[in-house]
């Protein structure tokens, strides 16, 4: 009985360790999906995916749908083109498909984040599953952007700054800048964070059985003494094999009891066989 008590305790403490556990993790997920958010957009926004070195032919940098490009001559700085108003204003087909996938994956992100809110009408395994998903969508979005945008270094913007040499897949005498590679950190952020949904969707508590009580009640830590409660099982189990029954003594009269010190009188010998006979008629009287 004490091993199964224990064991339950055990199992009830893992368990409570368990589900605070899984709401810091969930706290964490929603902190890092918004930070993924704010990723995204910055790369989405910036025009710093590729730009000139000392070494390239002109001066200048290219993002998604914006760039800035000039030459040595020039004393007003960058002249900078690109509007997402108008996409025939974009460099080329791969530039405008890149901006289009990772602007969806920006507007994924954000309504995942807006998913959120379901956690108080739904159960968390639910919500987790439906942004476990979107989240893997705003990562395949992503790369597939990262992946088509050097696609476009081919274009006569690039190549003026780049040199000739720059071709698709190719960045010539440019280097790739910070924006680009956050967006590949985004790629592998939405991949953790979509993999830890799913985790935290599938995973459930096993609910180990409580000990069985013994009269029918529940048996709880501290109510009952477990030596008393065995005690008390052997004690049934015993007097149920033997089969007893209950017997019910009835008091002994106060005018016949004597002293053993009284005298052996007639009287004595009769109240004698008066206790034989009381003796009998007890030990015959049963429920």
């Known amino acids: 009985m004490e091993k ?21 993790i969930g706290v964490l997920w929603g902190v890092f999906t918004i930070c993924f ?10 025009p710093q995916w590729i730009g000139g070195t000392q070494d390239s032919k002109g001066i200048g940098h290219f993002g998604l749908w914006h ?43 954000l309504l995942c984040i807006c998913c959120m809110l379901l956690f108080f009408f739904f159960s ?35 190549r003026e700054v780049c040199g ?25 952020d939405a991949a953790v964070l979509s993999s830890l949904a799913f985790v935290l969707a ?8 409580e ?7 529940s048996v709880y830590k501290g109510q009952m003494n477990p030596g008393f409660v065995g005690d008390a099982a052997s004690l049934a189990g015993s007097r149920k094999s033997l089969n007893l029954q209950p017997v019910m003594l009835m008091p002994h009269p106060d005018h016949d009891r004597y002293s053993e010190y009284s005298h052996h009188t007639g009287r004595s010998k009769s109240s ?16």
Not at 7 to 18: E, F, K, L, M, S
């Open 124 to 158: 968390s395994s639910v919500v987790f599953h439906i942004t476990g998903c979107m989240q893997l969508l705003a990562a395949l979005l992503l790369v597939v952007g990262v992946v088509v945008f050097p696609a476009g270094w081919a274009a006569a913007e690039v």
């Open 37 to 46: 958010a704010i990723i995204n957009i910055v790369v989405f926004v910036q």
């Open 211 to 217: 000990p069985e009580p013994i009269y029918g009640g």
């Open 272 to 287: 004698a066989a008066y206790r034989a006979h009381y003796a009998s008629s007890v030990q015959n009287f049963q429920l």
């Open 67 to 109: 760039w800035c490009t000039g030459n040595d001559e020039m004393s007003n700085g960058l002249a900078c083109s690109g509007t997402l108003d108008d996409f025939s204003t974009l460099m080329n087909t791969a530039s405008r498909a890149a901006t289009i996938l990772v602007g969806l994956s920006v507007v994924v992100t």
């Open 202 to 209: 599938t995973r459930h508590v096993k609910l180990h059985p």
């Open 164 to 188: 000739p040499t720059a071709r698709q897949y190719n960045v010539g005498e440019c280097e790739i800048r910070w924006a680009y590679i956050l967006a590949i950190i985004g790629v592998l």
């Open 4 to 24: 199964n008590v224990e064991y339950a305790d055990q199992a009830h403490v893992y368990t409570t360790n368990y589900i605070r556990n899984s709401k810091a």
